[in-house]
């Protein structure tokens, strides 16, 4: 099948949750067999590991021009990652192409995490209009429960239409490494105790909470040591916070790191955390990554991460925003480094079954594939039809 990637807000070079994903999927459908052309906010080079990347102009006209050369006539459909579907609704209707949406959060709660309360008002303005966007795309995809709960109910769109399809992870890149040689060539010290955090540094991914309650450890776990890895718009309230708590001689705040590396930090770790806002809606790359290596989970009991390590045995999930509770469930981790190791080999195990990048692709792909199909039969999509006279 021949599909026009539309990531029109990411740079795909860039190591960050979005990038990653865009990314990897494409990488994964190329490899089940499919064309795929992305068109993105990458400046820097034509192709990516396989993909022919074209970087998107800034204007909608622009983009839109964009889509009618690289997929006009080419393309046998759209794959949109955005929340407002404004181009590839537009594109499918200039260019008679079948158009698939995939939605990775709730726009209001992003942009209250943020602070941006005025445009969540502009937002709820703009609901109607995204929600017909969305009702005329051949099929949405969601990357949580919650989000595909949410869709369903703001934008009226029949359960039919909007499937539940989670992330993944690179199998093959995060995988299992000793921890003393992964320490050794990070110069961490051998017989510390490490938590991790992997992400991009924004208020929705609670590494506030994860200091204080690193900190409140501080005593009773001497050795304990958290490693921060990324960047972003909290970085520097987050180093104050820890200056604050006394705690700053016992972070490590890496900065961004290529993708290649960072299986060195989470394989160099004891435990990963992902302590997620209580309102947080998404399929955490993070966590499949962390797991993967086969390092247990500390995380915050919310959509698409509570269930799944409880079910998987693989990590504990705490009230979201409550530092001694998630305190006390890194410290039995921590003093239980026996069950810490089989909840990661399980977590390994699951993963590899079930959130490899392979295994959404061909969900994505088995979606697309439909999508085309019955936009081709279709009379009410047939723009070539011709009537008889009255």
Same mark, same amino acid.
């Given at each position: ?17 979005? #990038? ?12 089940? #067999? ?21 970087? @998107?102009?800034?204007?909608?006209? #622009? ?15 759209? +794959? ?15 260019? @008679? ?96 105790? +490490? ?36 960047? #972003? ?158």
């Amino acid at each position: 099948m021949r599909i026009l990637f539309l990531a029109l807000d990411t740079n795909i070079h860039v190591c960050r949750g979005d #990038g990653v994903h865009v990314r990897e999927l494409a990488q994964a459908l190329v490899r089940l #067999g499919h064309e795929v052309r992305v068109l993105s906010a990458t400046r820097n080079g034509r192709t990516f590991a396989g993909i022919t990347n074209f970087c @998107r102009p800034d204007s909608t006209l #622009g983009q839109l021009a964009a889509i009618r050369k690289h997929g006009g006539g080419w393309a046998q459909v759209i +794959y949109e990652r955005r929340m407002s579907p404004k181009i590839s609704f537009l594109a499918s209707a200039l260019n @008679r192409i079948p158009f698939v949406v995939e939605v990775n959060g709730i726009l209001d709660d992003e942009l209250r995490s943020q602070g941006s309360g005025t445009a969540v008002a502009g937002n709820a303005l703009r609901t109607p209009v995204r929600g017909l966007m969305l009702q005329a795309a051949s099929h949405v995809v969601a990357v949580s429960d919650g989000i595909r709960e949410d869709l369903i109910r703001r934008y009226r769109l029949a359960s039919a239409k909007v499937s539940t399809i989670p992330n993944g992870a690179n199998i093959d890149l995060f995988r299992p490494s000793d921890k003393q040689t992964a320490r050794a060539r990070l110069g961490l010290q051998t017989d510390a105790k +490490y938590v991790s955090f992997v992400g991009n540094l924004v208020a929705w991914q609670g590494v506030e909470t994860l200091i204080r309650a690193c900190a409140s450890l501080r005593d009773s776990l001497p050795t304990l040591h958290v490693l921060i890895v990324g960047d #972003g718009p909290e970085a520097g309230r987050i180093r104050s916070l820890a200056e604050g708590l006394n705690f700053l001689d016992r972070m490590m705040l890496v900065g961004s790191v290529p993708y290649v590396d960072v299986p060195i930090f989470i394989n160099a770790s004891d435990v990963c955390a992902a302590p997620f806002t209580a309102t947080r809606k998404a399929s955490p790359i993070k966590v499949y990554e962390a797991l993967a290596c086969a390092r247990p989970v500390v995380a915050s009991d919310v959509d698409g991460v509570g269930g799944l390590l409880r079910s998987w045995s693989a990590g504990l999930a705490v009230e979201p925003e409550n530092p001694p509770t998630l305190a006390h469930a890194i410290e039995w981790m921590l003093n239980h480094p026996d069950e810490a190791v089989a909840m990661g080999t399980r977590g390994r195990e699951h993963v590899v079954n079930d959130r490899s990048w392979d295994a959404t692709a061909r969900a994505v792909a088995g979606v697309l594939e439909k999508a085309s199909v019955e936009f081709m039969h279709d009379d009410s999509f047939r723009f070539d039809r011709t009537t008889s006279s009255p």
